[in-house]
């Protein structure tokens, strides 16, 4: 396919009248990336930030219901997914299955072959009667064609009692839990009902997802059931806690049934609402190129070398369309309460996704990012706290500080207009002293008392090193918005707080490095041996290390002095004081000894987040070649356009982030106002901004040898900084990178910002 440049300054209202004529960016999208691996990406069709995510379910309990294995059969396709998660699954409700034969058993799987994804689109061939099943979304309607080539009775199940990671025990850590369900049929072409489970990754109150289902033939037969039991002659099987469905039979007339199938988390009505508004007509070929388009107008702001190899253009932009799967715009359906404000859930979870998925909604699509900053003030307002993680209309798992707090931050810096500041630094104030109580997993500050009596959080509480590096950055954002509000108080008081990471320094040796983040009691003494509190391990104890990682053998999986790293990682994630990290190291040379050390001995892994920024820490040493040495030296490693082509879960985009910010050579370091400017992959990156305008980014002469930034201009003028403002990005221009065979003084003097409040 060859694409057409786009020349680089127009009016984006003219750009976006021509995108479908001058460019097809969505067909670079493979979904298929992150399917295998452990990426767990959803590899069904959605919109963009789509409240709909059907797809097939090959286990349940997979976390996006998918299997790659061809082994593994379809159990059905239920409607609601999530991308790229880890942890116990949640949703997968309302599953619908094509069948052929009498209407006789509950049970329809199938093996399937020819599996086909692209963007907007699911295709495959269920083998046990070659049924060709394709797959199309709005943002709230999955579409739905079965192509039967083989002669018999056409038949679809359809099951309102099915969900992912059911758990035997209603006590299970991370299970979903069945709560109701009810099915019924209102004409010869609809079905409606819901499904009610709770539970999941977030331990999450009831939710309901409610349906409504159109058919473009009608129904010859049916038998409906609850529990196990069909029934012949009962249109509706109302809820009394028993799993419900129906079994629909169309005879044997026609190759081809197409369904609509709304969702709702408000009421059948709304789910009926959504299809008629969605989706008033059968063209499933209309709402694939509606999708595809709506893909098109969002990955189409950022434009790549027209010469990048098909690979690389693979790799960027479904980079950037993994991260605009979620958190998911679900409008006004809201059961809870009501709002002017658009509703986001599955924040899954901020933690993972607010170092750079965010931020790059940010530059591609900053009314998108305020809305869903509005959206948490309003989870707010309603549960009391910010969400850290959310899903399914509840707050939970909170996994270390809260973040919410860094994405106010980062919206604040970088002027994002249509938020009310001083709502969302009272709502930053309220994590910072109101003790969440309870489930300190849900939500808030867990261990907050301690924190604000010791200035750390003591090992009386699980996850105390992990909550103090982040509460402390956490701090930092609260004492950057209200110095720009001129509430000084408060500054002084979170700008003070934000040294609070040191607390737990120990200048202690490993690997010959000096000084980590290290255990500390509640009165002031360093802990050096953890209690094994895992059934196998009762009453061991073993030695507390900076490589020590808890992997669930000793401890809880959650309840760990460090939340999914080691104290190695930990102690170099500090993005908010990296010159005071230096200092506290020994220095620029002690540092770049323990970088080296740190990569070089393969302790760094790129599929944990609290490591993300660490690759550019030799940028406040002045050397920026080696942050760009370790970049691709990384991403050449770890990702590329295959299945397996994401290091571990894509965790909600951020794996798929990261990547995209660095094939464009410029990174966040996110709740502040700049961007770490390196190597880029891509010799060409223009980024088509909101306002109209347009910047970018020029590798000149770059190649595997010419890996270097010799010299930079920022619109023709020289610029020594290995940093760049949103503003200037905001402004528009080019930023022009020479690049050399070899490193000299670009970079080397003028230092990104750090403890800056402003």
Not at 59 to 80: E, H, I
Not at 297 to 307: A, C, F, Q
Not at 403 to 429: P, S, T
Not at 702 to 723: D, G, R, V
């Amino acid at each position: 396919m060859k694409i057409k440049v786009i020349g680089l300054f127009f009016i984006l209202s003219t750009f976006n009248l021509s995108i479908q004529a001058q460019t097809q960016y969505y067909k670079y999208v493979d979904p298929f990336i992150g399917s295998e691996g452990g990426g767990n990406v959803v590899v069904g069709p959605t919109c963009p930030y789509g409240m709909v995510k059907p797809g097939p379910d090959c286990s349940r309990y997979a976390n996006a219901g998918y299997r790659p294995d061809m082994k593994s059969p379809v159990l059905g396709f239920s409607q609601v997914h999530v991308s790229g998660t880890g942890g116990g699954a949640k949703y997968g409700n309302v599953s619908v299955m094509p069948f052929m034969g009498e209407l006789a058993s509950i049970k329809q799987t199938s093996l399937r072959e020819d599996e086909k994804a692209t963007l907007g689109y699911y295709s495959v061939i269920l083998n046990k009667s070659n049924i060709k099943t394709e797959l199309t979304a709005s943002h709230k309607v999955a579409f739905y064609r079965f192509g039967f080539n083989a002669p018999g009775i056409r038949a679809v199940k359809l099951d309102a009692g099915e969900f992912l990671n059911e758990g035997g025990n209603i006590s299970a850590r991370e299970t979903q839990h069945f709560v109701g369900s009810q099915i019924k049929i209102i004409s010869d072409t609809e079905v409606c009902g819901y499904n009610r489970v709770r539970g999941g990754w977030n331990s999450g109150r009831a939710y309901t997802v409610y349906f409504h289902a159109v058919f473009d033939k009608p129904i010859k037969n049916f038998k409906t059931w609850k529990t196990d039991k069909l029934f012949a002659d009962k249109k509706e099987q109302i809820e009394t806690g028993e799993k419900t469905g129906a079994l629909l039979s169309f005879g044997n007339d026609g190759a081809t049934i197409q369904m609509k199938i709304g969702i709702s988390f408000v009421s059948e009505e709304r789910a009926k609402l959504n299809v008629e508004t969605e989706t008033p007509n059968w063209s499933f070929e209309e709402i694939l190129t509606q999708t595809q388009q709506k893909w098109e107008k969002l990955l189409s702001r950022i434009e790549i070398d027209k010469n990048a190899s098909d690979s690389y253009k693979k790799m960027f932009y479904t980079g950037m369309y993994h991260s605009m799967l979620m958190p998911v715009d679900r409008g006004d359906e809201n059961p809870l309460w009501k709002s002017k404000n658009s509703t986001y859930d599955d924040f899954y979870a901020i933690w993972d996704t607010y170092r750079s998925s965010h931020p790059l909604i940010t530059l591609i699509d900053p009314k998108r990012q305020a809305d869903i900053v509005n959206g948490m003030l309003d989870i707010y307002q309603f549960d009391k706290f910010l969400p850290d993680a959310r899903s399914g209309n509840s707050n939970g798992r909170t996994q270390g500080g809260s973040n919410a707090e860094i994405l106010i931050a980062d919206a604040y810096v970088k002027g994002l207009k249509g938020i009310d500041y001083k709502l969302a630094l009272k709502a930053m104030l309220n994590d910072a002293d109101v003790a969440p109580g309870g489930n300190e997993e849900q939500e808030g500050r867990g261990g907050l008392i301690d924190y604000n009596k010791l200035g750390y959080v003591s090992t009386d509480f699980v996850r105390a090193g992990t909550r103090t590096v982040e509460y402390s950055y956490n701090d930092f954002a609260i004492a950057l918005v209200a110095k720009g509000l001129g509430e000084n108080a408060i500054y002084q008081r979170f700008a003070n707080q934000a040294d609070n990471w040191k607390n737990l320094w120990r200048d202690y040796t490993s690997d010959g490095v000096t000084g980590f983040i290290w255990p500390k009691d509640a009165k002031g003494n360093w802990v050096d041996s953890i209690k094994c509190t895992s059934a196998k391990m009762l009453n061991t104890t073993i030695a507390f290390s900076p490589r020590y990682v808890n992997i669930g053998q000793c401890e809880d999986w959650w309840s760990g002095f460090l939340y999914e790293g080691t104290s190695w990682e930990y102690s170099l994630s500090i993005p908010h004081d990296i010159a005071g990290l230096i200092k506290l190291c020994g220095g620029a040379e002690a540092f770049k000894k323990r970088l080296d050390t740190f990569f070089d001995k393969g302790i760094y892994y790129v599929g944990n987040e609290p490591a993300f920024l660490t690759p550019l820490l030799y940028h406040w040493i002045g050397k920026p070649e080696l942050s760009s040495d370790r970049i691709l030296a990384i991403v050449k490693a770890k990702y590329n356009d295959s299945r397996k082509g994401i290091p571990g879960n894509d965790d909600s985009g951020a794996m798929s982030s990261w990547l995209a910010f660095h094939m464009m050579g410029i990174y966040p370091n996110a709740g502040q106002s700049y961007y770490l400017i390196h190597t880029p992959m891509l010799a060409e990156s223009v980024i088509h901004l909101d306002n109209g305008k347009s910047f970018k980014i020029v590798a000149k002469n770059l190649s595997e040898t010419n890996k270097y930034i010799k010299s930079a201009k920022l619109n023709k003028n020289e610029y020594s900084k290995s940093w760049i403002e949103h503003a200037d990005i905001e402004a528009g221009g080019v930023l022009e990178l020479e690049m050399s065979d070899k490193p000299l003084n670009w970079g080397t003097t003028d230092l990104p910002p750090s403890l800056r409040f402003k």
